[in-house]
């Protein structure tokens, strides 16, 4: 069986777009549902610190890389870029609906400590780690309607779009891992690789499920409700964490590579349900 790699028609494209400006969004954008909106706020108020160490992490390791793989490691920092720019307008409606986002931040800026003082390789890797995660939900976000289902049409579009290009560009951080790794003996790389993955897993789930609970206690909901609300919106329905299982186990067996599972049909569907809601750019200011 020939060894997974990624494909060498796909094009990696920035999508410079826009969401939200001069609109109103819901307090409970997502469905009316507070336990959704939590998922997703808490998500995207960790976007714009965590891609900028994405961002960083992959650039450290960009000169001495084969041609191909440093035009899509361009690629992958302009598209990580311009979600920054986004979420950071996105963080903007949350916290117009009165939430505070402090404590959340906090969290991100000491999961983000953890690598401080380590060898760039440290923080390359839990970037690795952590775009398979991101590749894995935009996966199942858009393969999945119910998620977004009855979502405002801006923020959905903004999700979508966001999701498309997770997808898109899933490879290049495992691409650059595999480059910066190449005199590593196999077993070497592959301990490394699957012990930061349980890290990072542990500490992504840990902090959205804290940043769930922050954000659903500034709405009254505390408790047993809100421990249960949060397990039955992972586990039961939708079920995200419970429906990216497989790809996750999938990540530790041999001859793993992102690209083995070759979904791009995915971002022509997501580009399809976002196009009618994206502003023109013309029409908006940055």
């Given at each position: 069986?020939?060894?997974?790699?990624?494909?060498?028609?796909?094009?990696?494209?920035?999508?410079?777009?826009?969401?939200?400006?001069?609109?109103?969004?819901?307090?409970?954008?997502?469905?009316?549902?507070?336990?959704?909106?939590?998922?997703?706020?808490?998500?995207?108020?960790?976007?714009?610190?965590?891609?900028?160490?994405?961002?960083?992490?992959?650039?450290?390791?960009?000169?001495?890389?084969?041609?191909?793989?440093?035009?899509?490691?361009?690629?992958?920092?302009?598209?990580?870029?311009?979600?920054?720019?986004?979420?950071?307008?996105?963080?903007?409606?949350?916290?117009?609906?009165?939430?505070?986002?402090?404590?959340?931040?906090?969290?991100?800026?000491?999961?983000?400590?953890?690598?401080?003082?380590?060898?760039?390789?440290?923080?390359?890797?839990?970037?690795?780690?952590?775009?398979?995660?991101?590749?894995?939900?935009?996966?199942?976000?858009?393969?999945?309607?119910?998620?977004?289902?009855?979502?405002?049409?801006?923020?959905?579009?903004?999700?979508?779009?966001?999701?498309?290009?997770?997808?898109?560009?899933?490879?290049?951080?495992?691409?650059?891992?595999?480059?910066?790794?190449?005199?590593?003996?196999?077993r070497r790389r592959w301990t490394v690789k699957?012990?930061?993955?349980?890290?990072?897993?542990?500490?992504?789930?840990?902090?959205?499920?804290?940043?769930?609970?922050?954000?659903?206690?500034?709405?009254?909901?505390?408790?047993?409700?809100?421990?249960?609300?949060?397990?039955?919106?992972?586990?039961?329905?939708?079920?995200?964490?419970?429906?990216?299982?497989?790809?996750?186990?999938?990540?530790f067996l041999p001859g793993f590579h992102p690209?083995?599972?070759?979904?791009?049909?995915?971002?022509?569907?997501?580009?399809?349900?976002?196009?009618?809601?994206?502003?023109?750019?013309?029409?908006v200011a940055a």
């Amino acid at each position: 069986m020939a060894k997974a790699t990624t494909p060498t028609d796909l094009t990696i494209t920035p999508r410079d777009l826009r969401f939200g400006r001069g609109t109103t969004m819901r307090r409970w954008w997502l469905n009316d549902d507070p336990f959704a909106t939590a998922f997703y706020n808490a998500l995207s108020v960790t976007f714009p610190k965590g891609e900028g160490f994405f961002v960083d992490s992959v650039r450290a390791f960009r000169e001495g890389t084969p041609p191909r793989l440093r035009s899509e490691i361009q690629a992958f920092i302009k598209q990580e870029v311009i979600h920054t720019r986004e979420h950071v307008a996105f963080n903007r409606h949350v916290t117009d609906q009165g939430y505070e986002t402090r404590l959340l931040e906090r969290h991100i800026d000491e999961a983000l400590a953890l690598t401080k003082g380590k060898p760039p390789i440290a923080a390359l890797a839990a970037t690795m780690a952590l775009e398979h995660f991101t590749a894995m939900l935009a996966h199942e976000l858009i393969a999945n309607p119910r998620h977004l289902a009855g979502g405002d049409e801006q923020a959905a579009a903004l999700w979508r779009w966001h999701a498309a290009e997770e997808i898109e560009h899933k490879g290049v951080a495992y691409d650059t891992w595999l480059h910066a790794t190449r005199d590593w003996p196999r077993r070497r790389r592959w301990t490394v690789k699957s012990l930061v993955m349980l890290a990072s897993t542990k500490k992504f789930f840990a902090g959205r499920y804290k940043g769930m609970l922050e954000l659903l206690r500034q709405d009254g909901i505390t408790g047993w409700r809100a421990h249960r609300g949060i397990l039955w919106y992972a586990l039961g329905r939708p079920g995200m964490a419970r429906k990216i299982l497989g790809a996750w186990i999938a990540f530790f067996l041999p001859g793993f590579h992102p690209w083995k599972h070759d979904d791009r049909a995915l971002i022509a569907l997501a580009e399809s349900d976002y196009a009618a809601a994206v502003l023109p750019r013309a029409a908006v200011a940055a």
